[in-house]
């Protein structure tokens, strides 16, 4: 067998060459499509790392919110229910008042176990059910007492879902209105309206009593209840309106 050309040589060694870049680069893409899958399949678990620790956490704050609650809302009942009871059992301090007084603050500690729950439930995430369950209390509270009430809801409810924490701070600030009504206002009226305009939630509630106080801000009521709108980007207003004329509006 005669030598190969130079020429020849050439040629064979550069194909050669070219082969075994392109394997190289084989390799080359091999090797960066795992290090691509290896990133991913890591960044997929750190993001589901960080959704499990999200609910984590968000398990946490509610549990702490429902802690809150219960010592908030039913704490100073109890101890009133408490003391009550001590003081129907001594003959010398029996009487009818304390008698109706424990009978009205079991009342109350009721209600406040019921909206505990009804804003703790998940089943109850909804806009339809907040607007009943305001629907339902008013009707509760004032029913039996000699007033007119008057009630405008929308026919047709949206199927907007409202979580537990902003479904609870929208009724207690109404819940707060209607008690503060029932003390203060001396009326003999009350109208309730609720409108929905994307994205907006808006309730009125207005009355005919002694109007607003020259200054309304000096309490921790008002206060409160403002605190639980603008902690979900909602406002307050109150205005002196043929009585008292209280409109909030929160984006849900």
């Given at each position: 067998?005669?030598?190969?050309?130079?020429?020849?040589?050439?040629?064979?060694?550069?194909?050669?060459?070219?082969?075994?870049?392109?394997?190289?680069?084989?390799?080359?893409?091999?090797?960066?499509?795992?290090?691509?899958?290896?990133?991913?399949?890591?960044?997929?678990?750190?993001?589901?790392?960080?959704?499990?620790?999200?609910?984590?956490?968000?398990?946490?704050?509610?549990?702490?919110?429902?802690?809150?609650?219960?010592?908030?809302?039913?704490?100073?009942?109890?101890?009133?229910?408490?003391?009550?009871?001590?003081?129907?059992?001594?003959?010398?301090?029996?009487?009818?008042?304390?008698?109706?007084e424990l009978e009205e603050q079991s009342n109350e500690l009721r209600q406040k176990m019921k909206d505990i729950i009804w804003a703790t439930s998940t089943d109850q995430d909804d806009l339809e059910n907040l607007i009943h369950y305001i629907?339902?209390?008013?009707?509760?509270?004032?029913?039996?007492?000699?007033?007119?009430?008057?009630?405008?809801?929308?026919?047709?409810?949206?199927?907007?879902?409202?979580?537990?924490?902003?479904?609870?701070?929208?009724?207690?600030?109404?819940?707060?209105?209607?008690?503060?009504?029932?003390?203060?206002?001396?009326?003999?009226?009350?109208?309730?309206?609720?409108?929905?305009?994307?994205?907006?939630?808006?309730?009125?509630?207005?009355?005919?009593?002694?109007?607003?106080?020259?200054?309304?801000?000096?309490?921790?009521?008002?206060?409160?209840?403002?605190?639980?709108?603008?902690?979900?980007?909602?406002?307050?207003?109150?205005?002196?309106?043929?009585?008292?004329?209280?409109?909030?509006?929160?984006?849900?």
């Amino acid at each position: 067998m005669s030598a190969l050309d130079p020429a020849v040589k050439k040629v064979i060694l550069v194909v050669l060459l070219v082969a075994l870049c392109f394997v190289l680069f084989i390799i080359l893409l091999v090797v960066i499509y795992k290090k691509r899958q290896r990133d991913m399949l890591m960044q997929a678990r750190l993001k589901e790392a960080e959704a499990n620790l999200k609910t984590l956490q968000a398990v946490h704050d509610e549990k702490e919110r429902i802690s809150a609650d219960i010592h908030d809302d039913m704490g100073s009942t109890i101890s009133s229910i408490y003391l009550l009871s001590k003081l129907l059992r001594n003959p010398q301090t029996a009487s009818a008042q304390y008698l109706q007084e424990l009978e009205e603050q079991s009342n109350e500690l009721r209600q406040k176990m019921k909206d505990i729950i009804w804003a703790t439930s998940t089943d109850q995430d909804d806009l339809e059910n907040l607007i009943h369950y305001i629907r339902d209390y008013v009707h509760k509270q004032l029913g039996n007492l000699p007033i007119n009430i008057n009630m405008h809801l929308p026919e047709q409810i949206q199927p907007i879902a409202v979580k537990g924490e902003l479904r609870k701070d929208i009724f207690m600030v109404v819940k707060e209105a209607i008690n503060n009504m029932m003390k203060h206002a001396d009326a003999s009226s009350m109208t309730i309206t609720v409108n929905y305009q994307t994205p907006l939630l808006h309730i009125h509630i207005q009355d005919n009593g002694i109007g607003l106080p020259l200054h309304p801000d000096k309490g921790n009521g008002l206060k409160l209840m403002r605190r639980r709108l603008e902690r979900h980007g909602g406002q307050l207003y109150l205005e002196n309106q043929n009585g008292l004329l209280l409109a909030m509006q929160i984006p849900i």
